[in-house]
Nanobody, 124 residues
Framework: QVHLVESGGGLVQAGDSLRLSCAAS????????MGWFRQAPGKEREFVAA????????YYADSMKGRFAISRDNAKNTVYLQMNSLEPEDTAVYYC?????????????????WGQGTQVTVSS
């Protein structure tokens, strides 16, 4: 039911930062756990970060710890991904996703709704 739209991607140099946003509509945003995934050309989609309904719990893929931070503002129906110290290996399409079935998850099939993605390109 919820509709998700990502924004904030672009072209940056290695070491730079970006903040991605995901705006939600058509559902009760505060009742959904949220996550970020990414997919590089020729690779499988991989988990990046997740946040619980209230924002009280977060979980990150090991390669993102210390560099990326997920947050949400339920009053604005928006989830964010702050990305620091970007590397060329971070180049991918980044997707946000919503789950009504779990409180916090890194598992792709536990998410019910997906955005269309935003491109992040990091040059060396």
């Amino acid at each position: 039911q919820v509709h998700l739209v990502e924004s904030g991607g672009g072209l940056v140099q290695a070491g730079d930062s970006l903040r991605l946003s995901c705006a939600a509509s058509g559902g009760t945003f505060s009742r959904y756990a949220m996550g970020w995934f990414r997919q590089a050309p020729g690779k499988e989609r991989e988990f990046v970060a997740a946040i619980s309904w209230s924002g009280g719990s977060t979980y990150y893929a090991d390669s993102m710890k210390g560099r990326f931070a997920i947050s949400r503002d339920n009053a604005k129906n928006t989830v964010y991904l702050q990305m620091n110290s970007l590397e060329p290996e971070d180049t991918a399409v980044y997707y946000c996703a919503a789950s009504y079935s779990v409180a916090l998850s890194h598992i792709e099939y536990e998410y019910d709704r997906w955005g269309q993605g935003t491109q992040v390109t990091v040059s060396s």
